[in-house]
């Protein structure tokens, strides 16, 4: 054989060897649990997405990411967390945190939302999680006082209000606690408006009392998912609404207080990072924003006759007009 031939002959199998190495690498699997639908979330997944490629992990080439959508059924979202399982995902990604730790105790787990992950028994404490859960922390019953004083503000003759609570979501019923606390201090009424489901929705509404002054909507799976029809309805009452995210405000309600959402799921892809290079998530503190924004929709205001003041619009860190 000519010295060319064999150089060819070499190189080509040195090719086909390379591919099989490849076809055969087996890549890392990141679960997503998407607690509503693609739409719903894409902020909130791109957001995700650009800061793992930032760090090197890029779908179908450093890594694989399963996306799994729940449109909103707690049901389904605990299958999807099953499902994840079977596919030997490395890491889940979630929300909420309940389905997820009901799917694995084992599988590493980075949850960007949580309600109040110690209250609620999903870790030990902040510093120290101790099991196979970490993430970012809202601390939502913390932030319902802070809450209170903002709807005080912008209704100053505010006696009476309800809030909206998925009573089968542990984080709501603790925040709820800490709304009917905070209010009781400054002399509110607070009536609970209980729901299991999205068909209760509409007739919670309808039970309304026309004494009753505004909304207060703690965020969760189900009220993310029907934030819509929420703030339709609270439009329809004429009532002012008080939410925990941005987002809420741009699907049509009054006001919110809560963190950067999309800024909590780019930190969820950085604890995805250090997992996926061999830290364990215990060893990785459960994290809490240090930046909430004061969101108000002054289409809103305009559309249920709510005069707000100057003094308050001046706390506002952002006005959608």
Request: proline content about 6%; charged content about 20%; glycine content about 8%.
């Given at each position: 054989?000519?010295?060319?031939?064999?150089l060819?002959?070499?190189?080509?199998?040195?090719a086909?060897?390379?591919?099989?190495?490849?076809?055969?690498?087996?890549?890392?699997?990141?679960?997503?649990?998407?607690a509503?639908?693609?739409?719903?979330?894409?902020?909130?997944?791109?957001?995700?997405?650009?800061?793992?490629?930032?760090?090197?992990?890029?779908?179908?080439?450093?890594?694989?990411?399963?996306?799994?959508?729940?449109e909103g059924?707690?049901?389904?979202?605990?299958?999807?967390?099953?499902?994840?399982?079977k596919?030997?995902?490395?890491?889940?990604?979630?929300?909420?945190?309940d389905?997820a730790?009901?799917?694995t105790?084992?599988?590493?787990?980075v949850?960007?939302?949580?309600?109040?992950?110690?209250?609620?028994?999903?870790?030990?404490?902040?510093?120290?999680?101790?099991?196979?859960?970490?993430?970012?922390?809202?601390?939502?019953?913390?932030l319902?006082?802070?809450?209170?004083?903002?709807?005080r503000?912008?209704?100053?003759?505010?006696k009476?209000?309800?809030?909206?609570?998925?009573?089968?979501?542990?984080?709501?019923?603790?925040?709820a606690?800490?709304?009917?606390?905070?209010?009781?201090?400054?002399?509110?009424?607070v009536?609970?408006?209980?729901?299991?489901?999205?068909?209760?929705?509409?007739?919670?509404?309808?039970?309304?009392?026309?004494?009753?002054?505004?909304?207060?909507?703690?965020?969760?799976?189900l009220m993310?998912?029907?934030?819509?029809?929420?703030?339709?309805?609270?439009?329809?009452?004429?009532?002012?609404?008080?939410?925990?995210?941005r987002?809420?405000?741009?699907?049509?309600?009054?006001?919110?207080?809560?963190?950067?959402?999309?800024?909590?799921?780019?930190?969820?892809?950085?604890?995805?990072?250090?997992i996926l290079?061999?830290?364990?998530?215990?060893?990785?503190p459960v994290?809490?924003?240090?930046?909430?924004?004061l969101?108000?929709?002054?289409k809103?205001?305009?559309?249920?006759?709510?005069?707000?003041s100057?003094?308050?619009?001046?706390?506002?860190?952002?006005?959608?007009?």
């Amino acid at each position: 054989m000519r010295r060319r031939d064999f150089l060819t002959a070499v190189s080509g199998i040195a090719a086909f060897s390379s591919s099989r190495v490849t076809a055969q690498t087996k890549l890392p699997v990141i679960g997503f649990m998407g607690a509503a639908t693609p739409s719903a979330w894409a902020p909130w997944t791109a957001s995700f997405g650009r800061r793992l490629n930032e760090l090197g992990w890029v779908d179908g080439k450093t890594v694989k990411i399963e996306y799994r959508w729940a449109e909103g059924s707690e049901e389904r979202y605990a299958q999807i967390g099953a499902e994840l399982v079977k596919l030997h995902a490395n890491v889940l990604v979630a929300v909420g945190g309940d389905s997820a730790k009901k799917a694995t105790s084992t599988i590493p787990i980075v949850v960007a939302l949580m309600a109040d992950p110690v209250g609620t028994g999903l870790v030990a404490s902040l510093a120290r999680p101790g099991g196979n859960i970490t993430g970012m922390s809202i601390q939502s019953p913390d932030l319902a006082g802070k809450r209170i004083e903002f709807l005080r503000e912008a209704l100053p003759a505010l006696k009476r209000f309800a809030i909206l609570t998925w009573v089968d979501y542990p984080g709501t019923v603790l925040e709820a606690g800490a709304v009917y606390a905070a209010s009781k201090k400054v002399g509110l009424e607070v009536v609970t408006l209980s729901v299991h489901s999205a068909s209760d929705i509409e007739p919670a509404f309808a039970s309304f009392d026309p004494q009753l002054q505004a909304l207060y909507v703690p965020p969760n799976l189900l009220m993310n998912t029907n934030r819509i029809l929420v703030n339709k309805l609270a439009l329809q009452h004429r009532l002012p609404t008080m939410h925990g995210f941005r987002e809420y405000v741009d699907s049509g309600g009054l006001m919110s207080y809560g963190p950067n959402t999309a800024s909590l799921f780019r930190r969820a892809a950085e604890y995805v990072d250090k997992i996926l290079r061999g830290a364990k998530p215990e060893e990785l503190p459960v994290e809490q924003p240090t930046e909430f924004d004061l969101v108000v929709n002054l289409k809103v205001a305009k559309a249920i006759g709510l005069e707000l003041s100057p003094s308050f619009l001046a706390r506002a860190d952002q006005v959608v007009e």
